[in-house]
């Protein structure tokens, strides 16, 4: 780990940064040497430099490559290849080009040995021949690899310092995830997908942990091993592999328009999960008995493990709703929607700090992103003009787009240019295995006892789908890159690599037949619940029977969602955006002037017309964003086209937060043309 | 220069870069070296994250700020401080309290001399205890300043690498500069704008050189000057300030929409002379004499470097064009518009490969990316789907405010925190002395010699106003912080800034006031010409006068413009565009098969219905992007509300190229509502 920590600045983001105001003096001073030299220093930089945007070009060529080609499959419906398995063919085919293409030129890196006392220095100071030159420090060097320094000058520019994919590229990519969550169904299924997240990766990871821990005893029996393996590295792969990506079922199940709750289930549980993965990984680095016994059972040591994993996850979680919370305060209380470019500008730069701020303040900054895209979805969004809303999804979705493909070309690459895989047939068989098994260990028991708090179960057919679902991505990638320094790691990266390979493509493929197989529904309208076909349907419409239905909602949804939704309803939204209920009438009459000062004009407007601008949503897919208006209920079973039924005269009856919630959790979040509510159903239709 | 170019990699735009498939391999190894010593490293370099964190979060802060005073600007209407100037103020302050603020703490970068011969190595191992570090080059140190090297913390961190400015965030400027440049005026004063920009930024830096050679010689004799400056050095810096950035006043300009003409004039100028001057400043610097008298007048040399200047200048433009091309070939032939996210990723990633392929081959990747973006907007643009037009617009836009803003308010720190200013005040007075007599001497006579050829005249009050906006801006600030090795350069950086400074704050609170004094019409609707208020306006209308109007329209226009749009229209816009006449009508019978197969289907039908589809303009502010659809000709005196006059016989009559070129610059760009062709007077109102 250690001095490479150093190297993360020049990466710190799109920006950055900057190692000193040095710099600008070190360029070697005008016309005191000799020309000669000088020239050829300088011709032999200019290649350098043109080197390194010749590589950038080569990945900008495959992600143009990549894209046209997605075209084409969009075009001709093709669904066997998601567009990162696409990635990933041609970064692997790139990587053999520059492999076995082109010549193992060893640059011109002549390494130097002078010995020096005590601890490294950062900064030398050569003396060349009268001339002094500062040189800075990159890292220490295994005494066996010094010869191995100089490689394949065209290899070494397609490597990218693995801190990139930390700080540049999985940010925007989990932003955009917390940003388009689908709030609805998201919410509906907090309680599980929390389940799933929090206690199905601790429970993954610490079940792969121990198999792989036994393939290594294994191994070593059979003497396949040839360095150290320790059980804190098997734990650390098995935090690394239990980050699941489902990218490419997502994408199949929106085209396809698979069922909405198993579509929240997954998305929810693998956008939380790759939170939970990364800090769990860091615990387990942080994880350092004392004394002799350096990796043996310390409870100690474990117990600052829990610690440290606690305390990163709350730290970063309030850093991403603080700052999610303070862009809510500053959008709400500035005329920012006036100048769209000012306040997408606003948003991109708070939603970035909170990436910065996590850093700083030693959280970590990619979980604190994906906080920070929740509250702004939640938040931010209701408060921003109609074309900074679509700015910003466009904006982020552009970049989630470029980032995940070029992630994923990568990983081809990286399969040909990486230079130290080790890859162990047993250590890999045994990683599949042990994934299967880990990623079944967690399914089917928490279904299980979800199930019996559930009303609305979670079938068998929907278990047997997460239970394929389980890819594995950009997040496990970027964890298992993140330190190849010693054999142990090494030899997780490179299976990392396959299984990252094996599980796009494979489950990629079969997920269209895995679904029909299944009979999992497609083709369902996204605010339609379970069809009517095979269970008790019923129209309910009119205000008698809206009670009953209401009752029913309430019933469904857990309840510490119903705890937190009151609170959010009648406190957070007032206070935060220009939606829900005036502040003046839910907070206690002594707290009269601040609540006349928190609340926006706008609210009273909203109260007496249209009250339901709290629940607008994000779609993930979609290029509506739609503010429904009002509390209709449309119950159709038909699969028709249907009509929205408008009931004028409930809206003003009705205002406590309960129907509020209703009103959220069956709202359109798809159509325009049915601005209803549908109803949610107590019903099982494919158990 | 020299090894400083090796840096630029770690920056190469956005993602980057990367040196090293051994950076992965370099951390120190596991469990071999002691625990102890490790923590301590780890320890340190976590510190060095966090700090890069924290400086980073404190420009993303700066801009927060800036953003919402520039609102509260906006909403009070205040004019006389541009959110450029405000971005310096509060640089400004930041760079105070970071100067005076924090304690000098001397970083744990203690110097350390070792001797090597012959030229130093890019990559040095060291053993330390045992142990091998490995350490990169980072530059030359000048023998005096070793000890300089001890310095605050905190004020090198938030020192950026000159070349951030050249890869990172010129490119967004001026790509969205050239996207968004308004077509019809700017082609209308093409030759005028060709003229100012070339002759003209060549006279002033030529000018600009000689006097500050005055300068210096008066220095030397006065005995201020402590270090050498050569004639090249005078003329280096008379290319880097003759860049003008009238950012400010194109701003009130479009907020008071002044006259466009006035506007297409500046901002013209202003997007050309960046690119001339970049080149220049290049050739100037290649300007390397051969022999002992490496400062003097070397006729070869000369040449060299005027071939070096025609050798990038045309070689970037061709870079800009062809990729500008061929993503205008490839949103043609491809459905690729159903898929707004593709289209959009497929432009950005095309137009960010201008940049690295202008690099790769030894151009300048900032001139290419302008080049590109105008190639884009005239062909591409017409190409894409409704929602990547404005996905791309507003995509750049963002990009373009931020990257802009980063750099006023970086030089607002940079007066503080940069290390090595030399303030000569006998330099600065020249050097403010010489940009007046330089602006004045390019602006004027050249004026004067356009007006011999032009029929639409530069009015005397234009003449003042566009002395008036020479302001300097980001890249006379990125070319001259691209190299502060010697003395000299310190001192053109230092006075640069100053220059900055003064023409942002001045020439920006003045610009009202100005247009007021000169009585430059404000509030001018951008489709109409000079108003008929003071000279000989008639209406035209009707079949007849038409003929009339495109006579005179003919005779208005360039030659050159005039030859140039006739193949542009004929032949360049039906290849590349849905839009324009269909070949099989331009090409001669010769060419059937291919002109069949280059002509896309919509062609035809436009053929039909509407033949001006390839007139819709980019908006530098607005937010409509109007394809207007006839030859309406609505001339309107009336300063009142005005409707259009639909000449719906004059549509099918009319084929030629001639047509279509008055069509092209009389369209409306500006609002739908006033659908109609404006008449272009040969009158000055004004003189």
Chains 1, 2 share one sequence.
């Not at 209380?333 to 708070?350: Q, V």
């Not at 989630?400 to 690459?413: D, K, P, Q, V, W």
């Not at 019923?538 to 969602?561: C, H, I, M, P, Y």
Request: proline residues 4%.
């Amino acid at each position: 780990m250690a001095e490479s920590l150093r190297r993360r600045l020049p990466l710190l983001l799109l920006l950055l940064l900057a190692a000193g105001g040095l710099r600008a003096a070190e360029r070697s001073g005008g016309g005191s040497s000799s020309a000669m030299e000088e020239l050829a220093t300088e011709k032999e930089a200019e290649e350098s430099h043109r080197q390194d945007s010749v590589s950038l070009l080569t990945f900008i060529l495959l992600l143009t490559l990549t894209i046209l080609t997605i075209w084409l499959f969009k075009h001709r419906r093709v669904r066997f290849l998601h567009e990162t398995g696409l990635a990933m063919i041609y970064g692997l085919i790139v990587g053999v080009i520059l492999r076995y293409g082109t010549p193992s030129t060893s640059g011109h890196d002549k390494p130097f040995s002078c010995s020096q006392e005590d601890r490294p220095f950062t900064t030398l100071l050569v003396n060349v021949s009268g001339k002094f030159f500062e040189y800075t420090l990159k890292g220490e060097i295994s005494p066996g690899k010094i010869h191995n320094v100089e490689q394949n000058d065209m290899l070494r520019k397609v490597t990218f310092d693995p801190e990139v994919f930390f700080n540049i590229l999985l940010p925007p990519i989990i932003f955009h995830a917390g940003y388009s969550l689908k709030k609805r169904h998201f919410f509906r299924n907090l309680g599980s997908i929390l389940a799933y997240a929090f206690l199905g990766t601790a429970v993954s990871c610490f079940i792969i942990g121990n198999l792989m821990y036994g393939v290594v005893k294994l191994m070593k029996l059979v003497g396949q091993l040839s360095d150290k393996f320790y059980y804190t590295d098997c734990l650390l792969f098995g935090a690394i592999i239990s980050a699941t990506d489902p990218v490419t079922v997502l994408a199949i199940f929106n085209e396809l328009h698979a069922d909405v709750d198993l579509y929240a289930l997954l998305f929810g549980e693998s956008v939380l999960n790759d939170a939970v993965a990364i800090v769990l990984s860091s615990s387990i680095v942080a994880y350092q008995p004392t004394g002799e016994n350096t990796h043996a059972f310390d409870a100690a040591a474990f117990f600052k493990s829990v610690g440290v994993f606690l305390g990163i996850f709350s730290g970063s979680f309030m850093m991403g709703a603080v700052t999610g919370v303070v862009t809510a305060l500053v959008t709400k209380f500035t005329k920012l929607h006036c100048f769209p470019l000012l306040e997408t500008a606003l948003f991109f730069l708070m939603s970035w700090s909170t990436f910065l701020l996590a850093e700083a303040c030693g959280f970590t900054g990619v979980v604190a992103v994906l906080f920070c895209g929740i509250t702004q979805a939640h938040y931010t969004y209701n408060n921003l003009s109609v074309e900074s809303r679509s700015r910003t999804k466009q904006l982020f979705e552009v970049l989630h787009f470029l980032a995940e493909n070029f992630i994923f070309s990568y990983m081809g690459l990286a399969l040909f240019t990486f230079q130290k895989h080790i890859f162990s047939p047993v250590f890999i068989i045994g990683a599949f295995v042990a994934i299967f098994l880990g990623r079944a260990a967690h399914i089917y028991p928490l279904s299980f006892l979800l199930n019996l708090g559930r009303r609305h179960k979670i079938s068998w057919s929907f278990q047997h789908m997460m239970m394929f679902s389980g890819l594995r991505g950009a997040m496990a990638f970027a964890l298992a890159i993140r330190d190849t320094a010693t054999y142990s790691h090494q030899m997780m990266f490179s299976t990392t690599l396959l299984i990252v390979f094996f599980t796009v493509w494979i489950v990629g493929g079969g997920t269209t037949p895995m679904l029909s197989w299944l009979n999992i529904r497609v083709g369902v309208d996204p605010d339609q619940d379970p069809p009517p076909t095979n269970d008790s349907f019923q129209v309910l419409q009119g205000d008698g029977q809206d009670s009953a239905r209401r009752n029913r909602t309430k019933q469904e949804s857990a309840w510490l969602f119903r705890l937190w939704y009151s609170f959010d309803h009648n406190y957070l939204k007032p206070i935060l955006t220009h939606s829900g209920p005036p502040l003046t009438t839910t907070l206690p009459s002594w707290c009269g002037l601040i609540a006349h000062c928190l609340t926006s004009p706008q609210v009273y407007d909203n109260q007496e017309q249209l009250r339901e601008e709290d629940s607008d949503f994000i779609l993930n897919d979609g290029d509506l964003t739609v503010t429904y208006g009002d509390t209709t209920i449309t119950a159709n079973g038909s699969s028709g086209p249907h009509t929205a039924t408008t009931n004028l005269d409930s809206r003003r009856t009705k205002s406590s937060s309960e129907e509020a919630l209703e009103r959220d959790l069956g709202a359109a979040d798809h159509e325009v043309t049915s601005r209803g509510t549908r109803l949610v159903f107590p019903l099982e239709y494919n158990a």
